[in-house]
């Protein structure tokens, strides 16, 4: 017994351990935690029952940034933790990426799966079903020079290995300021573009000696296998009565098609992300929609959304509409402060074409090619809103069809069962080693913004949470699949109101607190002997401290480790790093104008998007 209970005891102190270890190992460079911290958001109206807790700015992510010359800006991510908000059965901490590539992570923490909206008044409002909810969100602006990240314009990143890079040191880095989250299951989230970012991040995060517990990969309307999806524009467009099968439009698109499909044919060695040839067929497929209102301005399908129109070019470039409003926030003064954005440049652009065009310049080996491996680790979701065009639903069930992983193709004999939420069909589920696919009913490209509470019940799902051990919040929101796997019934109702807990406990929450009771003397063991630790590690560092340091220096020892990055400078001069933003909406034709740090051989940033690329966040 004597000695189970040792072992409790060891457990537990590990990650202490691992955290003295991080600081020690640590450079100096490293900031403290504390200068992330964001107190006070601008015109944010807070819950007071359920206040968040936001952390964001800079971090270093050239893993060749120390060998740099002294006038090359090295790359720097930037990234917002807003921090859960409920206790859970367990902690846990996902890290999202948004698309394009170029596409703020912005768009998913502002109009997706974080805790605010635009309030339309030039401020934020809180909305319930935010993943922050339940999980730590970080939210990733990469590759360097997406959003608020930056770098030399010569220094863009030009392929998935190299973006892989940035992010294993950027959070190699992040880890080492926040240590607490080291051994909390960690998750990736994306869509779009994200399809080609997170099965490369993910093995590169798996490959490297991070030592983070990596549980799972989430991935929206993903662009992954580009044999599959281009081929799916006709198809999609011809089941959901966009084209009439034989019409002059129809053939004319199957022409498009089918010399896409030589093309991809004639295409050999790696997969392709993307094919020139087949680019067109996202809008040469929509053209035949296309119409000309009496006022003269011209319409097209939107091809995010296709129950929605837009004009001509955008095609749903100006979709979602709080678009103008988030610019309009995220350029303010205060608020670039207050996030410790400063550093950057460039006001904040939704989607910035340069980086687009430099990520293009070469060709990396598609997604599609690392999925299986990936596949062997851990498990992958696959999610897709129904009414997307540019990355639909067929496409992604064609890749899954053709696509060999873990001893099978496809997804073999599973049934595909009826997922609901609050007694409603929100779309179907199935899952085969390994691998789960949701289609999503009456969503979009960005599924969550449309159905947030669908979208977050699904994630939580995926992530494996015991709604028995939860009483409050969203958890409570009932939901199957299928006819048997329910969600458990909870003393004291399971409808949702976004207030308090029930007083009601579960069987596991008794058993736990009974526990907790039990192990109360071990537990204050382990407190005495964590002070213990720290109070001898913190002497030994100012006892190294003082050997190594000259007497006319020592008094630096006393100062506060304070970041040295720029970006969390109090008394740096705000004005000096501020540049208004130019253009308007998502300045697509104005140029954006010479940046500060445009010490490279660059081109102009244009800003400019294709709408017929992949790129959303």
Same mark, same amino acid.
């Given at each position: 017994m004597l000695l189970f209970q040792w072992t409790r005891i060891i457990r537990l102190l590990l990650p202490v351990i691992q955290c003295i270890s991080l600081i020690s190992a640590a450079?100096?460079?490293?900031? =403290?935690?504390?200068?992330?911290?964001?107190?006070?958001?601008?015109? @944010?109206?807070?819950?007071?029952?359920?206040?968040?807790?936001?952390?964001?700015?800079?971090?270093?992510?050239?893993?060749?940034?120390?060998?740099?010359?002294?006038?090359?800006?090295?790359?720097?991510?930037?990234?917002? @933790?807003?921090?859960?908000?409920?206790?859970?059965?367990?902690?846990?901490?996902?890290?999202?990426?948004?698309?394009?590539?170029? *596409?703020?992570?912005?768009?998913?923490?502002?109009?997706?799966i974080g805790p605010w909206r635009v309030d339309g008044k030039g401020g934020l409002k809180t909305v319930e079903g935010g993943w922050e909810e339940y999980t730590h969100m970080v939210y990733v602006d990469?590759?360097?020079?997406?959003?608020?990240?930056?770098?030399?314009?010569?220094?863009?990143?030009?392929?998935?290995?190299?973006?892989?890079?940035?992010?294993?040191?950027f959070l190699r880095t992040w880890y080492q300021v926040f240590p607490e989250y080291q051994t909390m299951d960690a998750y990736l989230g994306g869509e779009s573009f994200a399809g080609q970012y997170i099965p490369y991040f993910a093995n590169a995060i798996l490959s490297s000696n991070l030592n983070i517990p990596l549980r799972g990969?989430?991935?929206?309307?993903?662009?992954?296998?580009?044999?599959?999806?281009?081929?799916?524009?006709?198809?999609?467009?011809?089941?959901?009565?966009?084209?009439?099968?034989?019409?002059?439009?129809?053939?004319? =698109?199957?022409?498009?098609?089918?010399? *896409?499909?030589?093309?991809?044919?004639?295409?050999?060695?790696?997969?392709?992300?993307?094919v020139a040839g087949c680019e067109e067929l996202v809008r040469s497929v929509l053209a035949g929609k296309d119409a000309t209102l009496s006022n003269g301005t011209s319409t097209c399908v939107n091809i995010y959304d296709v129950r929605l129109k837009d004009t001509q070019p955008a095609c749903g470039m100006n979709w979602p509409p709080d678009l103008v409003d988030i610019a309009t926030y995220l350029g303010r003064r205060d608020v670039v402060s207050a996030l410790h954005a400063t550093a950057k440049s460039e006001s904040w652009m939704? *989607?910035?074409?340069?980086?687009?065009?430099?990520?293009?310049?070469?060709?990396?080996?598609?997604?599609?090619?690392?999925?299986?491996k990936v596949l062997q680790r851990i498990p992958i979701l696959l999610f897709a809103g129904d009414q997307d065009f540019i990355c639909n639903y067929m496409g992604i069930e064609n890749m899954i069809k053709a696509m060999t992983w873990n001893g099978g193709?496809?997804?073999?004999?599973?049934?595909?069962?009826?997922?609901?939420?609050?007694?409603?069909?929100?779309?179907?589920?199935? =899952?085969?080693r390994? @691998?789960?696919?949701?289609?999503?009913?009456?969503?979009?490209?960005?599924?969550?913004?449309?159905?947030?509470?669908?979208?977050?019940?699904?994630?939580?799902r995926f992530m494996g949470m015991n709604f028995s051990a939860i009483m409050g919040g969203s958890a409570a929101i009932p939901s199957s699949i299928g006819d048997t796997d329910t969600k458990p019934i909870f003393q004291g109702g399971a409808e949702h109101s976004g207030g308090s807990s029930p007083t009601g406990k579960t069987p596991e929450q008794n058993k736990?607190?009974?526990?907790?009771?039990?192990?109360?003397?071990?537990?204050?063991?382990?407190?005495?002997?964590?002070?213990?630790?720290?109070?001898?590690?913190?002497?030994?560092?100012?006892r190294r401290n003082r050997l190594q340091l000259p007497d006319e220096t020592r008094a630096e020892e006393e100062i506060p480790l304070r970041s040295a990055m720029g970006t969390h400078d109090e008394n740096r001069d705000d004005e000096e790093l501020f540049r208004k933003r130019k253009g308007k909406e998502r300045a697509l034709d104005e140029p954006e104008g010479h940046a500060i740090f445009d010490v490279g051989d660059s081109d102009d940033e244009d800003g400019y998007k294709s709408p017929d690329a992949r790129s959303r966040g």
């Open positions: 450079p100096a460079s490293v900031p =403290s935690a504390a200068s992330f911290y964001v107190r006070n958001l601008p015109d @944010l109206h807070q819950d007071k029952n359920h206040p968040l807790h936001v952390f964001a700015g800079h971090i270093e992510s050239d893993p060749n940034g120390s060998s740099l010359p002294t006038n090359v800006l090295s790359a720097h991510l930037f990234f917002v @933790l807003v921090k859960a908000r409920r206790t859970a059965d367990k902690e846990r901490i996902m890290f999202w990426f948004n698309g394009g590539p170029g *596409c703020s992570s912005f768009d998913g923490l502002m109009m997706e990469q590759p360097a020079g997406t959003g608020f990240s930056y770098t030399s314009t010569d220094h863009y990143v030009h392929s998935l290995p190299q973006a892989s890079e940035q992010i294993v040191h990969v989430a991935i929206g309307n993903g662009w992954m296998d580009a044999r599959r999806q281009y081929p799916a524009y006709l198809d999609y467009a011809v089941k959901h009565g966009i084209i009439e099968q034989g019409s002059v439009a129809y053939k004319e =698109s199957k022409k498009n098609t089918d010399a *896409c499909v030589d093309q991809l044919r004639r295409t050999t060695g790696s997969e392709p992300i993307s939704e *989607c910035r074409g340069r980086i687009q065009q430099e990520f293009n310049g070469q060709n990396s080996p598609s997604s599609i090619e690392l999925i299986p193709t496809g997804l073999g004999t599973v049934k595909t069962q009826v997922y609901s939420v609050k007694g409603n069909p929100a779309g179907t589920w199935v =899952s085969s390994n @691998l789960t696919y949701v289609k999503l009913f009456n969503a979009s490209h960005m599924a969550p913004y449309d159905i947030p509470t669908v979208a977050h019940d699904m994630i939580l736990a607190k009974w526990e907790a009771y039990y192990n109360a003397g071990s537990a204050a063991l382990v407190l005495i002997l964590i002070s213990l630790a720290i109070a001898a590690f913190l002497w030994f560092r100012i």
